[in-house]
């Protein structure tokens, strides 16, 4: 035994024996069929802790999902808002949920969203805001929400078209509004000029 663990302790014998070990790995994962897993990790934390670390925290409800390999990009309806005043219709980005820390939001489903860090990999463009499993991690958003202040209601940023909306309504009222207008100014040209003919002298 003492002779073993001298050929264990020279450098060469170290190395051919991590070799070996990492050889073994890779078969035994491609036997099994399988790939070593990415876990998402979040430290424990306390509600109070979630909402000071909070950009915002919103109760909402996603209009549309869009996900590819990455993540997720969702538009929210926002119905309040706690820390800040947030727009009526903003964009949450999240990463993907299955190891990278990402949330999966659902359309239709209103939920309280702990806005910050989009989650590992992900980054957020102008006017979109993330959201990850490590701040939405806490069951019980009311006790989150005690914590994060007063209320906001949303601000108006007017109607949202939908798909299938064309946008020329507008521009074919603003048409009528200009022929209407210029009608009325030849009409008015003409009878001057009528009225100045009719003058004696």
Same mark, same amino acid.
């Given at each position: 035994?003492?002779?073993l663990?001298?050929v ?5 014998t170290?190395?051919v ?6 050889i073994a ?14 876990a998402?990790?979040?430290a424990?934390r306390t ?10 925290i919103i109760v909402?409800?996603p209009?549309?999902v ?9 538009v929210?309806r926002?119905?309040?808002?706690? @820390? ?5 219709t903003?964009?949450?980005?999240s ?8 949330i999966?939001?659902? @359309?239709?489903?209103?939920?309280t969203?702990?806005? $910050?860090?989009? #989650? #590992?990999?992900?980054?957020t463009?102008?006017?979109e805001? $993330? ?21 906001f ?5 007017g ?7 064309? $946008?020329?309504g507008? $521009?074919?009222r603003?048409?009528i ?7 009325? #100014?030849i009409?008015?040209?003409g009878?001057?000029?009528l009225?100045?003919k009719?003058?004696?002298?």
């Amino acid at each position: 035994m003492a002779e073993l663990t001298r050929v264990l302790r020279r450098p060469r014998t170290r190395a051919v024996v991590l070799v070996a070990a990492l050889i073994a790995c890779a078969m035994l994962s491609l036997a099994v069929g399988t790939s070593p897993a990415c876990a998402c990790s979040c430290a424990p934390r306390t509600a109070e802790q979630i909402a000071d670390r909070a950009g915002a925290i919103i109760v909402g409800t996603p209009v549309s999902v869009t996900e590819d390999a990455t993540g997720s990009r969702s538009v929210v309806r926002v119905q309040r808002s706690y @820390k800040r005043r947030l727009p009526d219709t903003i964009t949450v980005v999240s990463a993907s949920p299955a190891g990278a820390c990402g949330i999966t939001l659902t @359309k239709g489903r209103t939920r309280t969203i702990v806005l $910050g860090w989009p #989650g #590992g990999g992900v980054t957020t463009g102008d006017g979109e805001w $993330g959201a990850s499993l490590c701040d939405n991690l806490n069951s019980d958003a009311s006790s989150v929400i005690a914590h994060a202040g007063p209320v906001f209601s949303p601000v108006a940023t007017g109607p949202t078209r939908t798909s299938g909306e064309s $946008g020329t309504g507008g $521009g074919n009222r603003g048409h009528i509004g200009i022929a209407v207008a210029a009608g009325a #100014g030849i009409l008015l040209a003409g009878g001057t000029a009528l009225m100045v003919k009719r003058r004696p002298g």
